[in-house]
């Protein structure tokens, strides 16, 4: 009796273990999370600790990003993208607003930056209320969700040259920029998000995506200090359809493309004037194609 | 309790002498590599594919004033014959292979030719373009693979993307601006093949043994055949897919 029983123990015993190893990249368990407590975060010269960030994180995130860091938060159902983009999946690992090339993991201060200044047109709020040392704690915590910064380092931050005087023949250059690389396709050519691509975008997702429209008042998701519009087309925003265009934009020709984005928005700026007097037409779509 | 130790003894020792004489024969066998040829075909009628609309882009459909561009799910040559299915060893123990090929990827009259390019783990492609019109080239991996999904924009006259992919998986790729646009990095590990318009192929530099041929097709899915290949010899493995 007491063989048999051993038999079937042992056999049980490999089928457990063989199923527990096969999904080993599926979903995510709180087991799971529970072991990655120790998850720090550097900002700085502060430090933050993913288990200082419990508490925080149940009372003002799990409603949308929910208890896994999934996205899938009680109140995410209701958000309807493309008006309201749905929370990301951060077990996915995988952020639009960052300082590192495409392709890669966001810093840590990047992460800090984005809870503090919120996304622009979507339900993420600012959340400056938080000391930084509670932002910190929630970069922390908002990295214990992947296993990729256990396996990962972060991207290397991209150069971005001292911002160049802003001049007449600049602005004139990044109309040329915004021609070559042809950011109207989605865009549009006066930067309404009206280009001929606009309507079929999808995320990562397959959810529907708007593009960005620079003449509406609104901000740009990642920032909008001339270095955050540089870095933008210049990391892309991963998991949406903007790509990088580092490879196709030198960082002078950048902040000539930076100055003529200017000219669309609707804030009022030196850029704005400048493009009025040298009465600048919106490119076109139809002209022969600049080559690099 | 002795006799359990025996046993593991036994088996431990077993597995052991199985793994040298692995590698033995396979450093012994190099030199005398064959290789995996055959057919794929679909079964029946090919499903219809719907044409493409790229009036949203000028430059696209002028691209194709003289044809219709279609939809590639399946794409049937000669007595039916089955494009773009990757062939690989599914059991394949060996190294990743150190093959120098770089295989290209392009994008040519806002299509991707070709439409499903098959790689090695680890091996560097290349993404080209030859068009006049931006594209953004979008691989959607998943990222708990080890595979990191990326997104570059290759305006006209663009330098080529160099990359290479750290995990086995079948990868979409996507542009964004031509939503039409749509194909596959097939990551596998060790020796591939892809089919050609007849649906033929060949595994080359195979090193004598028993493997797992399988045959992956991006909509009808995967088949499997044993073969075993003697060496310097060819092994056929023949597949016929049913249209899903």
Not at chain 1, 191 to 208: C, E, I
Not at chain 2, 48 to 68: E, L, V
Not at chain 2, 96 to 102: G, L, R, Y
């Amino acid at each position: 009796m007491r063989t048999r029983l051993q038999k079937w123990s042992l056999l049980l015993g490999a089928t457990a273990v063989l199923a527990l190893s096969l999904p080993s990249w599926a979903q995510l368990t709180k087991n799971d999370l529970e072991t990655r407590m120790g998850v720090e975060s550097h900002v700085g010269n502060i430090t933050g600790h993913a288990k200082d960030a419990k508490a925080d994180y149940r009372r003002y995130c799990v409603g949308c990003h929910g208890d896994l860091g999934d996205g899938n938060g009680e109140v995410a159902t209701w958000l309807d993208p493309p008006l309201y983009p749905k929370p990301r999946d951060f077990q996915l690992g995988i952020f639009k607003c960052r300082s590192t090339p495409t392709g890669t993991l966001p810093t840590d201060q990047d992460l800090f930056d984005t809870i503090a200044r919120g996304l622009d047109r979507s339900s993420m709020p600012q959340w400056s209320t938080f000391t930084k040392q509670q932002r910190a704690d929630l970069v922390a915590w908002v990295k214990h969700f992947s296993p990729r910064w256990t396996n990962e380092k972060p991207g290397t931050p991209i150069q971005i040259p001292p911002e160049p005087e802003v001049t007449a023949e600049r602005i004139k250059a990044g109309r040329d920029v915004f021609a070559r690389v042809q950011c109207w396709k989605c865009h549009g050519v006066q930067g309404q998000a009206n280009g001929p691509s606009a309507p079929t975008l999808q995320d990562d997702l397959g959810r529907p995506i708007a593009p960005f429209n620079f003449t509406d008042g609104t901000r740009p998701k990642c920032g909008d200090t001339d270095q955050d519009i540089y870095r933008i087309f210049m990391t892309g925003l991963d998991g949406t359809p903007m790509p990088s265009f580092a490879d196709n934009i030198k960082p002078d020709e950048a902040w000539d493309l930076v100055f003529y984005l200017r000219t669309f928005m609707a804030q009022k700026s030196k850029e704005k004037e400048m493009a009025k007097q040298l009465a600048l037409k919106p490119v076109d779509p139809n002209a022969p194609v600049a080559q690099q | 309790m002795r006799n359990r130790y025996n046993f593991a003894v036994v088996l431990s020792l077993i597995v052991l002498v199985c793994c040298a004489a692995l590698i033995l024969s396979q450093n012994v066998n190099a030199a005398g590599e064959g290789k995996i040829t055959g057919t794929v075909k679909l079964d029946g009628a090919a499903p219809h594919m719907k044409g493409i609309d790229m009036s949203k882009d000028p430059y696209c459909s002028k691209a194709h004033a003289n044809d219709t561009p279609h939809l590639e799910t399946y794409v049937t040559g000669a007595n039916g014959g089955l494009e773009n299915v990757v062939l690989y060893i599914s059991d394949w123990s060996g190294s990743a292979q150190t093959s120098t090929v770089v295989p290209v990827f392009d994008q040519k009259n806002c299509m991707y030719t070709p439409h499903v390019l098959a790689m090695d783990v680890g091996q560097t492609f290349k993404v080209t373009t030859s068009d006049q019109t931006a594209h953004n080239i979008h691989p959607n991996p998943n990222p708990m693979t080890g595979n990191i999904p990326w997104n570059q924009s290759q305006p006209p006259g663009a330098p080529p993307v160099e990359k290479s992919w750290k995990a086995t998986e079948f990868i979409e790729v996507k542009c964004n601006i031509h939503p039409w646009m749509h194909g596959w990095f097939a990551v596998v590990k060790g020796p591939y093949a892809t089919t050609d318009a007849n649906g033929s192929y060949t595994i080359n530099n195979v090193p004598p043994g028993s493997y797992t041929v399988t045959a992956w097709q991006e909509a009808a899915g995967t088949m499997t055949q044993k073969v075993t290949v003697a060496a310097g010899a060819a092994a056929t493995a023949d597949f016929t897919f049913k249209a899903k």
